[in-house]
């Protein structure tokens, strides 16, 4: 089993910035790391991904502004947001997932946080 606590939500401002972490306890061997987002009414997203080794992936609309990052001492992943816009407000979630290559959509997770809520104003 693998737990993973997220951290670092809040409230910002257009063009403030945020960073997230995902703290990951129990066996977590060689996973790879996801940040997901699920705004109100809408499907849950990938945000980005990455794997030892530092193979990552953004989707389109963070690219240039989100930066995920692992810390395999601390078992720990972190999402940096800058340049925040309120179409980024979301509950942003971790997860994990056993399989290889550099994973984008939830089925492929096998662990996932709480959720933190990230809310930008405008």
């Known amino acids: 089993q693998v737990q993973l606590v997220e951290s670092g939500g809040g409230l910002v401002q257009a063009g403030g910035s945020l960073r997230l972490s995902c703290a990951a306890s129990?066996?977590?061997?060689?996973?790879?790391m996801g940040w997901f987002r699920q705004a109100s009414g809408k499907e849950r997203e990938i945000v980005a991904a990455?794997?030892?080794?530092?193979?990552?992936f953004y989707t389109d609309s963070v690219k240039g502004r989100f930066t995920i990052s692992i810390d395999n001492a601390k078992n720990t992943v972190f999402l940096q947001m800058n340049s925040l816009k309120p179409e980024d407000t979301a509950v942003y979630y971790c997860a994990a997932t056993r399989f290889f290559g550099v994973q984008t959509t939830p089925g492929k997770y096998n662990y996932w946080g709480q959720g933190t809520q990230v809310t930008v104003s405008s």
């Open positions: 129990g066996r977590t061997g060689t996973y790879g």
């Open positions: 990455i794997r030892t080794g530092g193979s990552t």
